[in-house]
């Protein structure tokens, strides 16, 4: 059960899920937060998969299963299969390669403070600069969601 009341949501807000009802109990940093969550996707250079990915590693390895239920649901349009997910959750990242690993494995380097010198060059292998901006701006802000929802005990839809 949510930590706290959820906030009666207004008409005009294009999502109503329950990370808004609890984010929306302080209106004037939800739109802050949903400002960058929409950024995070929208003014992104990274492909839609490679996005999935790496908001799944973060999340998976947090094990904020609200973060995991929303984008698992959506992997599959993405073309993520069932092992893929598997090894996201687990971090037995065998299963992929090429610009997928990098990603995953960069995410995780993120999330873990690891990005050093070495990781950064092997992700430089398959992402531009910008795109790695991108990759560390999404890892860190689902990493801020992925701690929102199971600090406040977000309830799964």
């Known amino acids: 059960m949510t930590r706290i009341p959820p906030a009666e949501l207004p008409d005009d ?20 937060f949903a400002s960058l969550s929409g950024r995070v996707h929208s003014a992104s250079h990274l492909p839609a998969r490679t996005r999935e990915l790496v908001l799944l590693r973060v999340a998976g390895m947090l094990g904020a299963d609200y973060e995991w239920q929303q984008h698992a ?18 971090g037995d990242l065998e299963v992929f390669d090429g610009g997928d690993r990098a990603a995953v494995v960069f995410a995780g380097a993120v999330e873990r403070r690891e ?29 801020l969601a992925s701690r929102f929802v199971l600090a406040l005990d977000v309830d799964l839809e």
Do not use: C, K
């Open 13 to 32: 807000l294009a999502v109503h899920n329950n990370l808004v009802r609890t984010a929306y109990v302080n209106p004037d940093m939800f739109r802050g």
């Open 115 to 143: 990005v050093d010198d070495a990781a950064w060059r092997a992700a430089l292998e398959h992402f531009s600069q910008v795109e790695l901006v991108d990759m560390t701006m999404l890892a860190g802000f689902y990493g």
């Open 73 to 90: 649901a959506i992997a599959g349009r993405m073309g993520i299969t069932d092992d893929e997910l598997t090894a996201l959750r687990s």
